[in-house]
């Protein structure tokens, strides 16, 4: 049986700690705000979009994330894929190149610059199995 959250709830609420775990890293938050590749990444089978960006100056942690289309910032890259083929990737088990290829992610947009920020996010790989194997068991893959 495949790995996969209980709903849209879980799912937000996984990516949310991930998403905040990577903006406070004091390595890997303030190399992805450099980096300024605004992304959004849609997740079909959940029916969700959350919009990614580098905080500004007068902002809180490294990245600004929303759960919505509704915001004052154009994506460079897009990317949509399920909320397996996420969970697959954030513990280390998903090739982006090998799932763009095989088109389990489709993308839009700036690619290259999205795929130049995989070597600063490696790091999430194991904090991210770590949540897993401690709250999550059923989502290991």
């Known amino acids: 049986m495949a790995a996969a959250f209980t709903g849209p709830d879980e799912f937000r ?52 994330w929303a759960w919505t289309d509704d915001v004052d910032w154009d994506a460079k890259v897009q990317m949509s894929m399920s909320s397996a083929t996420a969970n697959r990737y954030f513990q280390g088990k998903e090739n982006i190149a090998l799932a763009i290829a095989r088109r389990r992610i489709k993308t839009g947009g700036d690619v290259k610059a999205a795929l130049a920020l995989i070597p600063i996010t490696k790091p999430i790989y194991a904090r991210y199995r770590e949540v897993v194997d401690a709250e999550y068991p059923h989502l290991r893959v």
């Open 13 to 64: 609420a996984v990516m949310d700690r991930i998403f905040t775990m990577m903006s406070e890293d004091p390595e890997m938050g303030p190399r992805l705000r450099d980096a300024d590749v605004p992304q959004r990444f849609e997740f079909d089978d959940v029916d969700m979009v959350v919009n990614i960006r580098a905080a500004g100056p007068d902002e809180e942690g490294c990245l600004v």
